[in-house]
DNA sequence: AATAAAACGAGAGCACTGCTCTTGACTCGA
DNA sequence: TCGAGTCAAGAGCAGTGCTCTCGTTTTATT
């Protein structure tokens, strides 16, 4: 027993049993994630389970319940969708490139993934809170705008724009000091229309994978959404 | 027991039966509703039969299914909030205060009623395909808007705005064609405009009861949407 | 006014769900 | 080698949507 050791003591390192476990615990979520694409939210263990051909009140050993499950889902799913506005704002060069594409990418990822935009993006089941693992992967999105705008704003890239309507006082004093912990640069106009972009982009993705494009859009919807984001590109200033 | 048909012969000309159904079932739905707001869209027709003292099956005989119920208060919702937008307009003069009277009705009922809201426009069940029944009451709020745009329009009280940037060929043609249906007399262009200004509404209030503003903008909210509806404003010409 | 037909509420029952607890086999670390 | 911890399996509980049957009541027809 002790010349197992011997023969490949780095790999036992982190002992069979663990190795197992890990193995296990993201096929649970690949099958998870499977049903997730046709039974949608509610999601049924004892499916997921039976698939594996293991016993329901197995899967408990690995998730300690439906809910956590659900959250381990929607935290690879944010970290899939940040990966993907990042990757692709990486490959493009210039401003307006860069931001279409990012814009192109969110989309894409949400069409090839309709379900899990819809788990991440649709609406929250009344009870539950979203637990603290998963505002950091949520904010990765929101992230890579606010970096594209700021980037571009120091290099003086971006035309100043027309300030008005003006914001008023008490929500721009909110906004100056919610922006002041990440990005004191900001202005706070240039971060005003930049979360009209934000929710133009994500709105507008919304509408087309919850069907209300449906008998009105129907071919063009990708020109559609690359008009909007052209359109909101001309609204911060690029 | 002629007697009884003498003594009131129009009141029960929809008959008893039919009187007590149509109670039950407003009922019911008004059971349902009020289970909604604490556990969602999984409402439980068996609870929902046992808080009105009756027994489970007993409710099939109002509802053929649970989808069912549901879609009777998905209707009803829209229905709500169709008339909510539409009272709004109709107590506000000029175009401006009319649009902004709009947003703020539609708000102001997601926000009274954050369920109902999730319901319809949040993630849509994969299974569940939106019957004939709803397009109508569904379309009551986008008809508001268009028929805003265009009274302004014609009137001559919106502004020539910017072209740019310029509406894909396909795009156009296709949007062309469906507003050809309804409002001929619409510039595609203002269609274009007014579709920006319809996303970003839904999508404000959308990540403002889905919480995506948490920790960022908790005491503005109301500000914040008033202002990115000026900018919509501006934005289709106002 | 009597009778056939339809609608109704209650109950039992089926297959399914999330979740808990116990049991026996297995693996790990000392 | 041997306790301790981990694991899969199974039984079981309370809950779900939905179906079917069975008497009762109301409606419609003759």
Request: with cysteine; proline share 6%.
């Amino acid at each position: 027993m002790l010349s197992f050791y011997c023969y490949a003591p780095e790999m036992t390192a982190p002992s069979i049993r663990a190795r197992v476990r890990e193995e296990l615990t993201s096929e649970i979520k690949a099958v998870a994630r499977r049903q997730l694409t046709t039974e949608g939210a509610n999601l049924s263990l004892r499916a997921v389970a039976r698939e594996l051909g293991m016993v329901s009140s197995a899967v408990y050993r690995y998730f300690p319940s439906r809910d956590d499950l659900l959250t381990a889902l929607i935290i690879d799913c944010y970290n899939e969708l940040g990966e993907a506005g990042e990757k692709a704002v990486e490959g493009a060069e210039g401003l307006l490139s860069r931001w279409l594409a990012f814009g192109h990418g969110i989309r894409d990822w949400a069409l090839a993934h309709p379900a899990e935009y819809a788990l991440i993006y649709g609406s929250p089941v009344p009870g539950y809170k979203a637990p603290q693992d998963t505002v950091g992967p949520a904010s990765r999105t929101t992230t890579v705008i606010v970096k594209l705008l700021v980037e571009g704003y120091l290099a003086g890239e971006l035309k100043g724009t027309d300030e008005r309507p003006p914001l008023p006082p008490p929500l721009e004093t909110e906004m100056r000091r919610a922006i002041n912990e990440i990005f004191p640069e900001m202005p706070v106009g240039l971060l005003a229309r930049g979360m009209t972009a934000w929710v133009q982009l994500f709105g507008v993705i919304t509408f087309e994978l919850f069907g209300r494009f449906n008998n009105f859009i129907e071919e063009s919807r990708r020109d559609f959404f690359d008009h909007q984001m052209r359109v909101m590109a001309r609204h911060v200033g690029m």
